[in-house]
Nanobody
Framework: QVQLVESGGGLVQAGGSLRLSCAAS????????MGWFRQAIGKEREFVAA????????RYADSVKGRFTISRDVAENTLYLHMNSLKPEDTAEYYC????????????????WGKGTLVTVSS
């Protein structure tokens, strides 16, 4: 079992930055690929970014490429999402995800989910 707890969300003006954290506990954090998804009100959940088990491979949604950076600290059992140049359309609940293998773009097959942290970007 893996428990995931997100933090770092909040209200920020457009153009600003935030850093989301996801603290993992339970089974060996380093065994899992990790990712971030988001869901805005009235919209479906969408893939944001993913990182493989050892941190040497990352993927990003086109909408955040060049603005967001995913990273992980295995020693601290923590996943991060550094978000720069935030836009109002980035407003959403952000969820941390863990999967043995690969984080699927659809989110189906993710083994563990966090409960989310809300990011609100004002214009």
């Amino acid at each position: 079992q893996v428990q995931l707890v997100e933090s770092g969300g909040g209200l920020v003006q457009a153009g600003g930055s935030l850093r989301l954290s996801c603290a993992a506990s339970g089974r060996t954090f380093g065994s899992f690929a990790m990712g971030w998804f988001r869901q805005a009100i009235g919209k479906e959940r969408e893939f944001v970014a993913a990182i493989n088990w050892n941190g040497d491979s990352t993927r990003y949604a086109d909408s955040v490429k060049g603005r967001f950076t995913i990273s992980r600290d295995v020693a601290e059992n923590t996943l991060y999402l550094h978000m720069n140049s935030l836009k109002p359309e980035d407003t959403a609940e952000y969820y941390c995800a863990a999967a043995l293998g690969v984080i699927p773009y659809s989110g189906q097959g993710v083994d563990y989910w966090g409960k989310g942290t809300l990011v609100t970007v004002s214009s």
